[in-house]
């Protein structure tokens, strides 16, 4: 199975909140990542969280980790039609500056 | 100003035909990392340099290797590309006095014909 899993598809409303969820395996990593994806382009970090925090929030984007559950989500407030591309989450697999683990992505669609 | 960047973004090769492609950085990060990426699946880890320590991953075909001659460049060799081999291919890099964030290029879109 994925080491880290997604769910592929979410589509939502300009203006609307936007929740993107992910479960990861791996309970010794140090940091969890977001990155974003747009059509033909290379990946671009949009944020990350320490393992010993709960929460991060940066502008318009919220994450929330639950360790416990291995749980980790990415909420974007207001969202815009730029917005729309693939969002992976990623573990890190050993400690810093080794390897990301990715999820498949999770598609976002916002509609005007 | 692009700090890692891949050269071609787009190539085409012949089933079996070596190719190259070439990834640089700006970053003088000592961690660089090349990923497969196919069609609506996960980019995979191939393999990464530590600095000129190379780990390559335990699932990666033999018909893939990689050089790195200095710092700035990393290089991705398929010796015999299969139809199974197009994808996107992306470089990262990243520094290990950082938190662990990798660093991508555009990517290079490989085609086999």
């Known amino acids: 199975g994925e080491d880290v899993e997604q769910s592929l598809f979410l589509s939502v409303r300009e203006g609307d909140s936007s929740v993107i969820n992910c479960t990861y395996t791996d309970s010794s990593s140090t940091y969890l990542y977001w990155y974003k994806q747009e059509p033909g382009a290379g990946l671009q970090l949009l944020t990350y969280i320490f393992s010993n925090m709960d929460m991060k929030q940066d502008q318009r984007l919220t994450v929330l980790l639950n360790k416990k559950d291995k749980h980790l989500s990415l909420r974007i407030a207001d969202t815009q039609t730029g917005d729309s591309a693939i969002y992976f989450c990623?573990?890190?697999?050993?400690?810093?500056?080794?390897?990301?683990?990715f999820g498949k992505g999770t598609t976002l669609s916002v509609s005007s | 100003d692009a700090m890692v960047i891949q050269n071609p973004r787009y190539q085409v090769t012949q089933f079996g035909k070596p190719v190259t492609l070439s990834c640089s950085q700006t970053?003088?990060?000592?961690?660089m990392y090349w990923y497969q990426q196919k069609s609506s699946q996960a980019p995979k880890l191939l393999f990464h340099?530590?600095?000129?320590?190379?780990?390559n991953e335990a699932d990666t075909p033999d018909n893939f290797q990689s050089r790195r001659p200095n710092t700035s460049f990393c290089f991705l060799d398929i010796r015999s590309p299969g139809l199974g081999d197009a994808a996107m291919y992306l470089c990262?890099?990243?520094?290990?006095?950082?938190?662990?964030?990798?660093?991508f290029g555009q990517g290079t879109r490989l085609t086999v014909v």
């Open positions: 970053l003088n990060h000592n961690v």
């Open positions: 990623a573990e890190s697999r050993n400690q810093a500056g080794t390897a990301l683990i």
């Open positions: 990262a890099t990243s520094s290990i006095t950082g938190e662990g964030e990798a660093f």
């Open positions: 340099y530590y600095d000129k320590d190379f780990n």
